[in-house]
């Protein structure tokens, strides 16, 4: 029986797993870093522990000072959220060793899909479709070159223990290989601390398309259909969706097929992710999975109406899915803007600060995720996205409309977000009819007139 659960993780997503828990009848410990003491999180939960100061390092990722932490408070979960723990085996694995239960799956399970070169061939093994590449992780620079000759140019180098972007590098040729994987390799170790590489053929302006899914320990594995997240820029997503406007009935159904076979294989437990590459004819590609509750979940639970947070909770403690297959419904368009703290006409540059004057949109159809409020100070130290808003409703369209319409009711003064930016990708036409590919905001970037987002909040 879970009766009270730490929750490693701070921001919007901190609160909402107090939210989920309040829910469930189920007591929250907050953890919290000396920059954070007025964030919502902290004042929502039932109790709260400072673990140090202002930086990730000496707080939300010192596994030793959270696990005090839970001991001092009796706790019998921790739910990591995203980033900062919550892909580390080890940690998983102390909890474990401590009698706490960890929200997510095995550790083994984050291990082995931790080594992006591992996962991949553990999916081609299982008959997942992977895109044509190497075997296992690269051992030199002949190695490699000799492999990507075999695939054929161009093809992208990435790091084993990579995913997210970083220690990526495209190679048209065999005279720039070489360079190419030594550069990606530099970077892979300075990030991770591990140069292990492998390649594989590198698709031309996929659509990324990732499947949701729930694993019970009892052995029953469900999808909750795709997310499309091709807006991106610089490997961060912008704008999530769900259903996908470029997939049908029969390529969903075949790529949920594949996530479940995906997940099956690895003996998944709780809720993770498929993601998948598709190209312009409809072949979809498996390329990671991802072992925790993703930033853009609650796009899924608007369209299915499912509470993802409470359901990883009931697995985590023993009980089966509280659904089956055959009642999963796409039964909503839902889209997900994350607004930050940045200031796109100087190249997207953070922009902390204190907000003024504070009006967050609501109404039918409007979903806002966020743990700041007027008079809040966002920090420097952490990543800049300060809301997540969501708009849902019957089709597309109105979930568009939705959308524009609450970005337009947005007042946050003090500092500058995307906002401007935002409104004017909802009123691209190319991204309205659905066309948006991995390549679509550097696309619109370029094509954009250079005023377009001088209008910000902070005057
Ligand atoms: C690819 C790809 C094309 N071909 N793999 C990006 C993040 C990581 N999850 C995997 N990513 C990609 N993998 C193959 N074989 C394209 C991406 C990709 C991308 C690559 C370069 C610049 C921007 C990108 C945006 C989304 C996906």
Redesign the pocket.
């Known amino acids: 029986m879970i009766r009270k659960i730490l929750i490693a993780n701070r921001g919007e997503i901190a609160l909402r797993i107090v939210r989920a828990c309040r829910e469930l009848g189920i007591r929250t410990l907050a953890v919290y870093s000396e920059a954070d003491e007025q964030s919502l999180h902290v004042q929502l939960a039932d109790e709260a522990i400072c673990i140090g100061p202002a930086q990730g390092n000496e707080s939300y990722l010192r596994a030793d000072r959270i696990l005090s932490a839970a001991e001092i408070a009796d706790v019998d979960a921790i739910h990591p959220g995203y980033g900062f723990l919550s892909e580390n085996s080890e940690f998983a694995e102390q909890c474990e060793s401590c009698n706490i239960t960890f929200i997510g799956p095995k550790s083994e399970t984050i291990n082995q899909m931790g080594d992006k070169a591992k996962a991949r061939d553990a999916m081609a093994k299982a008959g997942v479709p992977i895109?044509p590449g190497s075997e296992g992780a690269l051992a030199n620079e002949t190695e490699a070159t000799k492999v990507a000759q075999k695939i054929g140019f161009p093809v992208?180098i990435k790091a084993v223990a990579g995913?997210?972007?970083r220690g990526?590098r495209?190679a048209h040729n065999a005279v720039s290989f070489v360079k190419e994987f030594q550069a990606a390799r530099l970077e892979a170790e300075k990030a991770f601390g591990n140069g292990a590489m492998y390649v594989?053929?590198?698709?031309e302006n996929?659509r990324?398309v990732e499947f949701q899914i729930l694993a019970d320990r009892h052995g029953n594995v469900i999808h909750l259909g795709e997310r499309d997240c091709s807006v991106?820029r610089r490997?961060q997503k912008v704008i999530e969706e769900a259903p996908s406007p470029f997939l049908d009935k029969n390529l969903r159904n075949r790529m949920g097929k594949a996530a479940i076979k995906a997940a099956t294989a690895s003996n998944y437990v709780n809720a993770g992710t498929i993601?998948f590459?598709v190209d312009a004819k409809g072949n979809f590609y498996f390329?990671?999975m991802n072992t925790r509750i993703q930033v853009e979940h609650g796009v899924t639970e608007e369209a299915t109406g499912i509470d993802l947070i409470k359901e990883q909770i009931q697995i985590a403690s023993g009980n089966r899915l509280s659904l089956a297959q055959k009642d999963v419904v796409l039964a909503k368009h839902a889209i997900e803007c994350r607004i930050c703290a940045e200031n796109p006409s100087k190249g997207f540059i953070p922009s902390p600060g204190t907000i003024g004057l504070y009006y967050a949109p609501g109404g039918h159809g409007v979903r806002v995720d966020s743990h700041v409020y007027g008079g809040y100070t966002v920090s420097p130290y952490y990543d800049s996205m300060i809301c997540k808003l969501i708009s849902y409703g019957r089709t597309r369209k109105i979930a568009l409309d939705r959308m524009y319409r609450a970005l337009s009711e947005y007042i946050i003064r003090g500092i500058d977000t995307n906002i401007e930016f935002l409104k004017a990708v909802l009123l691209d036409p190319a991204f309205r009819q659905g066309e948006a590919t991995?390549s679509y905001v550097e696309d619109f970037l370029a094509r954009a007139p250079k005023d377009l987002f001088e209008k910000n909040n902070s005057e």
């Open positions: 895109i992208i995913g997210g972007g990526m495209i594989e053929k590198y698709l996929p990324h991106q490997h993601e590459l390329i990671e991995t």
